[in-house]
């Protein structure tokens, strides 16, 4: 049986190093809940498009799954750290939580969280 988490983020973070905007977008479901870095929840496939647009194209993604968990057939999550970096060593480490779904044959995000791992809580 396939991990969920583990062949999504594959695609996901292919998508994202190569900054392949439509890519990225075609991996969420068209009502999909995103919430990122910014501060508002964006909602739909466009407003998902739109966010990755925004990201400097020499960002990429180094993921590692945590846990997978699924609910029959058509419904899994799980966490996964993943570290944002770009060449000038700015780095953001976050924790990703991600709710996906069977959709037309293949796994895509329903709902999309980071939170930014900070020694403070």
Request: zero cysteines; a negative charge.
């Amino acid at each position: 049986m396939t991990d969920p988490m583990r062949e999504t983020l594959d695609r996901w973070k292919a998508a994202f190093d190569g900054h392949h905007t439509d890519a990225m977008a075609a991996l969420f479901t068209t009502d999909a809940l995103f919430q990122g870095f910014g501060p508002e929840v964006l909602v739909g496939r466009d407003a998902v498009r739109a966010y990755y647009e925004a990201v400097p194209d020499d960002r990429t993604a180094d993921v590692t799954v945590i846990a997978t968990y699924r609910i029959g057939e058509q419904a899994a999550g799980g966490f996964a750290d993943v570290v944002f970096r770009d060449p000038t060593g700015w780095q953001a480490p976050v924790h990703l939580s991600l709710v996906l779904q069977q959709d037309e044959g293949a796994w895509r995000i329903r709902q999309y969280h980071v939170s930014l791992v900070s020694a403070e809580h």
